[in-house]
């Protein structure tokens, strides 16, 4: 333990009070009942006030729908993920065996939110402002690298919008298949003009698919 406490207090310039709070927020179900999902629920509570007033502060300028992306391009699982691996942090993960050996310490989806459980977890054993303040920290780089004007609408917007301005039916979504057990990989399909251009991609969420696949239409629609 001491060598994880030592890593926290490196990596997220925080040493916790009760250890046991931070052993829990990175303990996995599959290790054991008293895992970290508590603690995820309530870092991703902590972790979307304190990104909204970042923004809200630093972006004042910007109007609703702006910074609502941008914080959505901040807290969602792929950059979460991201930064999670920047702090090593899947180093630390406790994990059951069948997830050590399937590669469980990669796993983007344990490593976000192994990350919103340490950020509740240090809400829960310093407070707020001790959370904001490693938010703070380890987001940085992040905010202030945003460019407001580069944060365009997403690709399934963009398509609904361009088939409206000529009177066509909206785009119509199907999901295909799933693949995988624990880290799920989704198969959608877009189609538009009654089929007339259809689209399949993938993606770790339903989201991400079918943005995938509006950006294919998209392309489509280009060449044709």
């Keep these: 333990m001491q060598a994880t406490k030592a890593w926290c207090e490196k990596k997220f310039h925080y040493r916790f009070k ?40 630093f972006y004042s300028e910007q109007t609703e729908g702006s910074l609502s992306r941008m914080r959505s391009n901040l807290v969602k699982g792929d950059t979460l993920a991201a930064l999670a691996k920047e702090l090593d942090l899947g180093d630390y993960l406790i994990l059951g065996k069948g ?70 039916e909206l785009p119509e979504y199907a999901l295909i298949r799933t693949e995988g057990k624990h880290d799920k990989t989704f198969v959608v399909q877009c189609s538009i003009q009654s089929g007339k251009i259809v689209t399949q991609a993938s993606g770790q969420t339903l989201r991400i698919a079918e943005q995938k696949a509006a950006s294919k239409v998209l392309e489509a629609m280009q060449n044709d």
Excluded: C, M, W
């Design 18 to 57: 009760d250890d046991i709070l931070l052993q829990t927020a990175l303990t996995h179900r599959s290790h054991s009942v008293n895992n970290n999902e508590r603690l995820e629920f309530l870092g991703d509570a902590v972790l979307d006030l304190v990104i909204s007033e970042l923004l809200y502060q």
């Design 99 to 168: 997830e050590k050996t399937s590669g469980g310490r990669e796993r983007r989806s344990l490593l976000s939110d192994a990350l919103e459980a340490i950020i509740g977890a240090i809400f829960q054993d310093g407070g707020f402002v001790k959370a904001k303040n490693v938010i703070h920290k380890i987001f940085d780089s992040r905010i202030q690298a945003l460019d407001p004007k580069s944060e365009h609408k997403d690709h399934k917007s963009i398509l609904q919008e361009r088939l409206q301005a000529v009177k066509q």
